[in-house]
T-cell receptor, first 119, second 113 residues
Framework: GAVVSQHPSWVICKSGTSVKIECRSLDFQATTMFWYRQFPKQSLMLMAT?????????EQGVEKDKFLINHASLTLSTLTVTSAHPEDSSFYIC???????????????FGNGTRLTVT | DAKTTQPPSMDCAEGRAANLPCNHS???????VYWYRQIHSQGPQYIIHGLKNNETNEMASLIITEDRKSSTLILPHATLRDTAVYYC??????????????FGKGTKLSVIP
């Protein structure tokens, strides 16, 4: 089945530094990828929608200058947390849409997440 | 507003069937019911989806009521590895919203040895 790979699986960084998280679709071309954030004991919250070759669409309350998204190819989207602070510590998860083969309802595939800890 | 409601937690004995309910009383005619699960510290995993007919795959069965206002996910023989948070999500089959998933709080299923 379709696989989405996310890297790194965990990262610890110092406050004020930037961290880049990669999301790759391994066996399909993902025209659309999604970035979620999950705080402890909470559900996943959509941060932004990334379309290949165009600007990302951010959800309300998500700072686009802080969470930079690049989707330069059909198999790679990156999320860069700029000037990270301890409150950015969270579990970041990407998902990718496998273009439908027969219907528009192909299940979204998720990466295994990146645990970011900002000290 | 939440489009689905699920019990916050459930226990199930290992080897028994786990029946996870979901209410989606405001579901629209163009919305499917999807189930995902999230094992601790991992990304969500797709389980199954359906419109109005019951569905079965290698992981689970999905029973949708005739009025489509509720559904039940059935794991026929629960194992310890099925311990996870299970999310019931409604998703339209067309339009921009069809490619986004809105996660509620889900049901934390604990499989007990």
């Amino acid at each position: 089945g379709a696989v989405v790979s996310q890297h790194p699986s965990w990262v610890i960084c110092k406050s004020g530094t930037s961290v880049k998280i990669e999301c790759r679709s391994l066996d399909f071309q993902a025209t659309t990828m999604f970035w979620y954030r999950q705080f402890p004991k909470q559900s996943l919250m959509l941060m932004a929608t990334s379309n290949e070759g165009s600007k990302a669409t951010y959800e309300q309350g998500v700072e686009k200058d802080k969470f930079l998204i690049n989707h330069a190819s059909l198999t790679l989207s990156t999320l860069t947390v700029t000037s990270a602070h301890p409150e950015d510590s969270s579990f970041y998860i990407c998902s990718a849409r496998d273009p439908p083969k027969t219907t528009g309802l192909a299940p979204l595939h998720f990466g295994n997440g990146t645990r970011l800890t900002v000290t | 507003d939440a489009k689905t409601t699920q019990p916050p937690s459930m226990d199930c004995a290992e080897g028994r069937a786990a029946n996870l309910p979901c209410n989606h009383s405001t579901i629209s005619g163009n919305e499917y019911v999807y189930w995902y699960r999230q094992i601790h510290s991992q990304g969500p995993q797709y389980i199954i989806h359906g419109l109005k007919n019951n569905e079965t795959n290698e992981m689970a069965s999905l029973i949708i009521t005739e009025d489509r206002k509720s559904s039940t996910l059935i794991l026929p023989h629960a194992t310890l590895r099925d311990t996870a948070v299970y999310y019931c999500i409604v998703r339209p089959y067309s339009g921009a919203g069809s490619y986004q998933l809105t996660f509620g709080k889900g049901t934390k299923l604990s499989v007990i040895p």
